[in-house]
């Protein structure tokens, strides 16, 4: 299941010995002692000043933090690296304004990636756990997938979770007050497909439905951007591209896609 560490130590550490530890795991970063990773995000959590440090450091040079942070205001990133990359959370209770959805509140969602995370500011979020067999799954939307109930606990300040990719599902509830997470994140090079649920958020419960995929391989990606500029014949560029492939799962993607631009009145034939 979703690993919980409530650690006790007195001793700090700077981002660049957290940067320096990760480093020396290689391309074993969140495999290997999670233990020890786990203690030193706490360690990094005694540390009050290093994340503003880092930020006035990253907007001396607005070009560079540009291109660092091309994400939403919720994510700023910190350190990237070719195994993992660090970047800061930012949680916040919804106001009524604009935009509020990059939040994914009240959305029960999995990772296709492996994130530890901390609590560093605030009281954190609330989040309920679900865990589920993704070998399992054939990933349509509307597919039924079992599930079965892990806890209903919170990030709260120095704690740190491990969300375990393409396993855990999890939904956030939003915090009381500002709060800040610190994340470790581990892309993976062949990433499976990542979900929203439909489900109800009780302990019985035992299954969900997929509402939506949410990654796309880059071809479906490009696709429906070439779609909406107006590109000829993109659903048969697609399946051409996709039968060069022979990947079943793109081959599935590629059909809802078509499904997607068919219902957008595209005559797909």
């Known amino acids: ?67 660092m942070n091309p994400y939403t ?39 296709n990636f492996e994130l530890m995370t901390l609590g560093y500011e605030g009281p954190g979020y609330e989040t309920v756990l679900f865990q589920y067999d993704h070998d399992q799954v054939v990933g349509d939307v509307g597919d039924v997938v079992n599930v079965r109930f892990l806890e209903r606990t919170r990030l709260s300040r120095g704690r740190v979770m491990l969300y375990r990719g393409s396993k855990d599902i999890h939904v956030q509830f939003p915090s009381e007050d500002f709060s800040i997470s610190i ?44 779609h909406d500029m107006g590109v000829q014949d993109v659903p048969a560029t697609l399946r051409n591209f996709v039968a060069s492939t022979g990947d079943f799962n793109a081959q599935r993607i590629a059909d809802e896609l078509i499904r997607e631009l068919e219902a957008k009145g595209l005559d797909t034939a």
Request: glycine letters at 2%.
């Open 1 to 67: 299941m979703a690993i919980t560490w409530d650690l006790e130590t007195d001793a700090p550490i700077s981002l660049d010995e957290l940067i320096e530890f990760l480093d020396a795991q290689g391309g074993c970063v969140l495999a290997d002692d999670l233990d020890a990773a786990a203690m030193m995000l706490r360690r990094l959590y005694n540390n009050r000043t290093f994340l503003s440090d880092t930020l006035l450091k990253q907007l001396a040079n607005p070009s560079a933090f540009k291109a």
């Open 73 to 111: 205001p919720q994510v700023l990133m910190l350190h990237r690296t070719e195994h993992y990359f660090i970047r800061a959370a930012i949680w916040t209770p919804p106001a009524g304004r604009t935009g509020e959805e990059i939040f994914f509140y009240e959305d029960p969602h999995d990772h």
């Open 183 to 226: 994340n470790v994140v581990v892309p993976k090079m062949q990433m499976n497909r990542q979900y929203s649920f439909d489900m109800d958020l009780s302990p019985e419960t035992t299954c969900a439905i997929i509402r939506e995929n949410l990654m796309f391989h880059t071809p479906t990606v490009i696709s429906r951007l070439a």
